[in-house]
């Protein structure tokens, strides 16, 4: 079978590193990919944006299966396009693509089912704003309803903080039109964790749990960023709290997406609180994380092909996923400047050298080929990933190749996983 997977991150190319080893493929194509998925697909220069000329190339070559990487073609109907005519295509509808696509409809969704969530308001000024920040309390959530990027989340400490992010949301409306309308919420307290599982529509396969560090300095300091790293198992969950999460969200989510007449086939990623007072959904994604999926893919046992397959025509029937006994650590290696504007077109060395290790895989992203060397092309280059029998183990080879790979202005966070390692071996 031929199959495309659309994307150029670190996310699609671990997805094709692993849809690469099914028996069941003929040919990979990636669109638009980069210079690592070059290596494994033929490259189709089509931006992941464009659904009717991807839809135009899928029906000309004969592709069996699309698979969508990102959120924002999902979003503007992708799906819809390719199911109009009759292409198979693993990802949710623009409709179903609304759990991500904006906040306010997720929250709303979430109250309608009784899913826990942080309390929220949503407002459409600064007044209501200060209203409902007064009845939360500091610190206090404000999210822009419609994308932006991973980066439409201000959490404001106090007065001074919330009053520049009002100024940001509404007067410079620095996320334009997906600011229009904003959801304020209560500021949660515990242990983040991201929760996947593949939906046909109405059945769940959950992929295991895993864990992304989404700010860009140790400790969780500064900006939020893509994600600088990521690990899988999550360590900070009991089979009984991801048994709970299934069954108090992720089930629910499904079971209510399909009743509003939103079925959601494809990807549900939920970003889970576990507070004192348990779970509670931060936000959803309705896609692969990045870069969860890098260590998820490593850790995954058998064939993915026919389980997006069998999901993607709506019924998963006895199609199984299931995952190794070790643990899968990502390292993300980004340049400096990022996550605003990051330095670009450095030569990057020591990839040949720290892919013979084993149990050692480098994800590409932001690269590209200049004059036959890879350079630097975006604000998060490479992942640098691998197994392990335990996550220590896998940490310690995810950072031996991090650094042994390298350019100029190189920078990582060198606390992926610590303190969990350190919580999970003080108990
Ligand atoms: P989101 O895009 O909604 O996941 O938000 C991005 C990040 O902001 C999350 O991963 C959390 O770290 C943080 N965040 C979002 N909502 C809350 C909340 N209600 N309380 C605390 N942190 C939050
Ligand atoms: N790692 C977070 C995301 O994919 O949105």
């Known amino acids: 079978m031929k199959v495309l997977v659309l994307g150029g991150g670190g996310r699609e190319h671990a997805l094709c590193w692993k849809l690469k080893q099914s028996p069941l493929l003929s040919e990979l194509y990636c669109a638009p990919g980069n210079p690592g998925i ?5 490259l189709v220069p089509i931006r992941a944006e464009d659904s009717s000329e991807l839809a135009e190339f899928a029906a000309g070559l004969g592709v069996g299966l699309t698979v969508v ?13 390719f199911e109009r005519r009759g292409l198979l295509v693993f990802g949710p509808s623009a409709r179903a693509a609304e759990l991500e696509g904006s906040k306010v409809f997720a929250k709303q969704f979430m109250e309608r089912h009784a899913i826990p969530t942080a309390a929220f308001e949503v407002v459409h000024d600064e007044r209501e704003a200060r209203r409902a920040a007064k009845r939360f309390g500091f610190p206090v959530v404000l999210k822009a309803d419609g994308l932006a990027a991973g980066k439409g ?15 940001a949301l509404f007067e410079e409306r620095q996320f334009g039109s997906a600011s229009a309308r ?10 983040e964790v991201s929760i996947l599982a593949l939906s046909d529509g109405s059945r769940l396969l959950p992929l295991a749990t895993s864990k992304d560090y989404k700010r860009i300095g140790e400790e969780d300091s500064g900006p939020n960023t893509g994600g600088m790293g990521a690990h899988s198992p999550s360590m900070v969950l009991t089979s009984e709290q991801g048994s709970e999460i299934l069954d108090r969200v992720m089930r629910p989510t499904v079971a209510g997406m399909a009743n509003e007449n939103r079925t959601f086939r494809g990807v549900l990623y939920a970003g889970v609180m576990m507070t004192a007072d348990g779970p509670r959904v931060l936000e959803f994604n309705v896609r ?8 998820l893919m490593m850790r995954m046992e058998g064939d993915l092909l026919p389980v997006l397959l069998a999901g993607a025509r709506g019924d998963f029937g006895s199609a199984k996923v ?8 990502c390292v993300v290696l980004a340049s400096e400047g990022y996550p605003g504007s990051p330095v670009k077109g450095e030569p990057i060395t020591g990839i040949e050298e720290a892919r013979r290790q084993p149990r050692v895989e480098i994800f590409h992203a932001g690269t ?3 004059d036959d060397t890879l350079v630097t092309h975006g604000g998060r280059v490479l992942s ?16 031996l190749t991090a650094a042994q790979v390298d350019w100029p202005s190189k920078l990582y966070r060198r606390d992926i996983g610590r303190r969990v390692i350190e919580l999970t071996s003080s108990n």
């Open 38 to 42: 070059a290596e494994l697909a033929d």
């Open 69 to 81: 990487g990102p959120e924002v073609p999902l979003s503007m109907g992708l799906v819809d396009e």
């Open 153 to 167: 989340v201000l959490i404001a400490a106090g007065s001074a903080e919330l009053e520049a992010a009002l100024v």
């Open 182 to 191: 904003v959801v304020v919420e209560e500021c949660l307290q515990g242990e």
């Open 288 to 295: 692969f994380g990045d870069p969860e999926t890098q260590p």
């Open 322 to 329: 299931g995952f190794r006994q070790e643990a899968a650590a």
């Open 368 to 370: 590209t080929i200049v």
């Open 384 to 399: 640098a990933c691998a197994t392990g029998a335990n996550l220590a183990d896998a940490l310690r080879r995810a950072y």
